[in-house]
């Protein structure tokens, strides 16, 4: 069983900065990436950043420039820098890891419980 747990979501005003952790634990051969989603109320989950094994990142224009992905060198857990946070920022946002659990198996994605940021005008 693969499990997630993030942390660091908050309050912040606008311009400001947060910074959210997500750590992933259990059986695992391979963690392929692992990256952040969130959802506003009313709105898609939508992807905000990922980052591959082998240290590849992908942003969503809205956040390029703003928001930083990084991984620490045990690559189990994933941060998310985000600075210069605005309103529409506002959201829940879910931790994903795209697991290959042994060495027989398909890669599989897990997620997080998901942890609130609001940004306040």
């Known amino acids: 069983q693969v499990q997630l747990v993030e942390s660091g979501g908050g309050l912040v005003q606008a311009g400001g900065s947060l910074r959210l952790s997500c750590a992933a634990s259990?059986?695992?051969?391979?963690?392929?990436?692992m990256g952040w989603y969130r959802q506003a109320p009313g709105k898609q989950r939508e992807l905000v950043a990922r980052i591959t094994s082998g240290s590849n990142t992908n942003y969503a224009d809205s956040v390029k420039g703003r928001f930083t992905i990084s991984r620490d060198n045990a690559k189990t857990t994933v941060y998310l820098q985000m600075n210069s946070l605005k309103p529409e920022d506002t959201a829940v946002y879910y931790c994903?890891?795209?697991?290959?659990?042994?060495?027989?198996?398909?890669?599989?994605?897990?997620w997080g419980q998901g942890t609130q940021v609001t940004v306040s005008s």
């Open positions: 259990g059986s695992m051969f391979a963690i392929n990436a």
């Open positions: 994903v890891a795209t697991v290959v659990v042994s060495i027989t198996s398909h890669e599989y994605d897990y």
